[in-house]
């Protein structure tokens, strides 16, 4: 701790040392710094058993202990009745919290969360103090001051600088900040203890907090209070295997999916080779992901089904590289199937690239299997045509119904997981929302393709 940081801390300089009974002592600010773990608490028992309290605890001139919390406890365990303690005098609370602060983060081996969590309320302490310092100045009918915390001088001190301050990125200490204002206690204690990493818990919160955002716009879609409804777009909450038996037979053009990959939900390539079979008009396309490891399998499953193997198509994607271990290979890209219900129809001189390089990584914030928007645009693009229906059985956070609303497809998503199906709708409340803002005509997009936004009467 240096000169300046100390003087920051407290009023004066000097103290006085002096013998204290431990039955006097309160630990008023044993909540501000944090605990040892049971390993770090017994080798300090240990060393205090052989070798005493070494270094005399910090009080104010009202007992409270200021640092020293676990060595008086500790000798008031063992049977110690006094400590040598140092008393230090503050001309206010803030600047004793401050100094407690300090101390411990000049004292104590911290994990870079911990060292963030003394930061933030240092910080806090220090914008409080220069608050009042600036209202202190303040004559009759001024006006009261506004202070930041992402202020410079006395109104507080940046980002960049408490990063400094603590040996920690501005970015690794912003994230930890917005852990600590918005995590849930569990998330802290992992922190805490060392369990979890800043970066993961933060993609974690940031992602639940994008999730939330969009369950609450999904209440506003199609509400009457809007004012308007959708042409050509619906949502259904459910099982596909019952939701899809209202569709009529012969009415899909294309259907673009990605069901789930275990083992245990293999099964469903079989119902979703029959669905396609009855609601596919003659020559339209079936688009599936699928994983490697089951690739035949599902072949055999749609060809039973009565459909026709059309190709194979490699999605590419850089970044990390999942690890099939039972085969000891490094997966760089995945598959796409690609069947038709009878001859394909004519693709009107379009020829499809059966290696796509998709978007890597894909965002995952809103469901941990999504998958990028760059495949389903691009061959519901040159499979189909503005105003044919697309179908995914499978919509999860709603990437299909996105590519589908951009090229001007009609669409039916079916998705059986509650939260999924309400972040899907609110990803679609965003679009309407936004297609609303640009223009009342409701154009967008990729093509100059049209979504259209039907006025309720």
Same mark, same amino acid.
């Given at each position: ?149 992402? =202020? ?6 940046? $980002?960049? &600088? /408490?990063? !400094? +301050?603590?040996?920690?990125?501005? *970015? ?14 569990? =998330? ?6 060392? $369990?979890? &990493? /800043?970066? !993961? +818990?933060?993609?974690?919160?940031? *992602? ?250």
């Amino acid at each position: 701790m240096t000169q300046e940081q100390y003087q920051n801390g407290i009023q004066d300089l000097s103290f006085v040392t002096k013998t204290v009974k431990l039955s006097d002592l309160v630990f008023k600010y044993e909540g501000l710094v944090h605990d040892l773990s049971l390993q770090e608490y017994q080798a300090l028992k240990s060393s205090i058993i052989k070798n005493g309290v070494q270094i005399p605890i910090e009080i104010n001139d009202k007992n409270e202990v200021l640092d020293g919390n676990h060595r008086a406890k500790i000798a008031k365990e063992i049977g110690f009745k006094h400590i040598e303690a140092r008393v230090h005098i503050f001309s206010d609370e803030l600047r004793e919290k401050i100094f407690a602060i300090d101390m411990n983060l000049k004292r104590r081996h911290l994990n870079d969360f911990q060292k963030a969590e003394l930061f933030i309320d240092r910080d806090r302490f220090e914008t409080e103090l220069a608050r009042q310092r600036s209202q202190s100045n303040l004559k009759v009918g001024d006006k009261l001051p506004t202070v930041s915390h992402d =202020t410079t001088g006395e109104t507080g001190r940046t $980002r960049d &600088k /408490i990063a !400094k +301050e603590s040996g920690l990125s501005p *970015s690794t200490y912003s994230r930890a900040k917005k852990i600590v204002e918005y995590g849930d206690q569990p =998330t802290i204690e992992r922190l805490r203890s060392g $369990r979890s &990493k /800043i970066g !993961k +818990e933060h993609n974690k919160l940031m *992602s639940k907090i994008r999730q939330q955002e969009l369950r609450d716009k999904s209440r506003t879609i199609l509400e009457p209070d809007l004012g308007f409804g959708i042409d050509n777009l619906q949502l259904i909450h459910g099982d596909f295997r019952e939701k899809c038996k209202t569709i009529p037979d012969n009415s899909i053009d294309i259907i673009f999916t990605d069901p789930p990959y275990a083992l245990e939900y293999l099964s469903l390539y079989r119902d979703l080779g029959e669905l396609a079979m009855r609601v596919l008009k003659d020559g339209s396309s079936l688009i599936t992901y699928v994983g490697h490891h089951v690739v035949s399998e599902v072949i055999g499953y749609l060809r039973q089904a009565g459909l026709e193997y059309v190709w194979l198509i490699a999605i590419k994607q850089s970044g990390p590289k999942a690890k099939i271990f039972k085969n000891n290979i490094h997966v760089n890209w995945k598959p796409l199937l690609w069947f038709s219900k009878g001859s394909r129809a004519e693709n009107k001189g379009n020829v499809i690239n059966d290696l796509i390089e998709s978007e890597s990584p894909p965002d995952k914030s809103l469901h941990e299997w999504a998958q990028s928007t760059v495949e389903a645009k691009y061959l519901i693009k040159y499979l189909t045509v503005e105003g044919q229906t697309v179908l995914d059985p499978f919509m999860g956070s709603g990437t299909t119904v996105i590519a589908a609303m951009n090229l001007g497809r009609k669409f039916i998503g079916i998705e059986i997981d509650e939260n999924r199906f309400n972040v899907a709708r609110g990803r679609i409340a965003e679009k309407i929302e936004m297609l609303k803002n640009n223009n009342d005509a409701a154009t967008t997009s990729a093509d100059s393709s049209l979504i259209t936004i039907k006025k309720e009467k």
